[in-house]
């Protein structure tokens, strides 16, 4: 599934089913890993989240922590805890659930909009723009037999890596310091700032840790590594569309003890600085 059939998938997965005041259920896709990918279930928490929130506050930074694996059989319940609503902010916690266990918490802060100092960081230039670049399925044209459930998933984000990405085979990766894609979701988003800050969360933790692995030349899999996201940080600095083409610039400032930390810049494809994001993860080598 593809292009828009896809977006409306992803637009009923973050639907999310009120089952009490401040409580809320969500399920996986049909089609899903049987771990439940941490980009949707943190999407899922800010929706539980922003409900909860008057409409003129939007959310700018969210700080979640993955504590146990996800299963995508059976569906997620998402209780959001009310920490303050003052006359500028307001702060939500947010605490998902599977077999009566916490599986990831989180919270949100949302602000209401108000005129203060501006300044940003400067995208790279020597970036190439989207539509000269590969889509994933064509780079992945070579290697059918390491996309494994990926190929069947929905594509709901259109990903294309600038430099070669984490899932070719191992010896096929050149080392970079540097791993930028241009994402976009791969469809039309209703005009809410709440799903569109949702739909960024999912797609910013898609590519973000194999940053690490582009440090090394290494990849994903057989001869090369899993990886599993321990934390994950986002701060929204600005408006945006997240159906919109956008250039996530990722780097790793560090790996050691088996864990890799990475951080990005997300811009806009005329520059505006939209969104930075910090991530570690925990990742170790597999056999053959």
Request: hydrophobic residues 40%; proline residues 7%; negative net charge.
């Amino acid at each position: 599934m593809t292009g828009q059939a896809a977006v409306d998938d992803l637009l009923d997965v973050l639907d999310l089913e009120t089952i009490e005041v401040n409580l809320y259920r969500g399920r996986s896709p049909a089609v899903a890993p049987q771990r439940v990918f941490g980009g949707q279930v943190a999407a899922q928490a800010l929706v539980g989240a922003g409900r909860t929130v008057d409409a003129d506050r939007t959310v700018h930074s969210l700080h979640g922590y993955f504590v146990r694996a996800g299963d995508s059989s059976i569906p997620i319940v998402y209780s959001v805890e009310v920490i303050r609503d003052g006359r500028s902010f307001s702060v939500r916690r947010v605490t998902a659930i599977q077999h009566g266990r916490p599986i990831f918490f989180m919270s949100a802060s949302f602000q209401r909009a108000e005129a203060g100092l501006d300044h940003q960081a400067q995208p790279p230039a020597d970036v190439p723009p989207p539509e000269s670049v590969p889509t994933l399925a064509e780079r992945m044209a070579r290697y059918p037999e390491r996309l494994g459930i990926w190929s069947r998933v929905p594509q709901s984000v259109d990903v294309r890596y600038v430099g070669e990405p984490g899932w070719v085979r191992s010896g096929d990766r050149p080392a970079e310091v540097h791993q930028r894609a241009w994402l976009r979701v791969a469809g039309r988003l209703p005009d809410t700032p709440l799903l569109h800050a949702c739909a960024l969360t999912y797609a910013s933790d898609l590519t973000l840790l194999d940053s690490v692995l582009s440090w090394h030349g290494e990849v994903w899999g057989p001869d090369g590594f899993a990886g599993a996201s321990l934390d994950h940080a986002l701060w929204l600095h600005r408006p945006f569309h997240a159906d919109e083409w956008f250039l996530y610039d990722c780097s790793s400032p560090s790996a050691s003890g088996g864990r890799g930390l990475a951080t990005g810049r997300i811009f806009t494809i005329d520059g505006h600085h939209v969104a930075t994001v910090v991530q570690e993860g925990l990742l170790r080598r597999v056999g053959n």
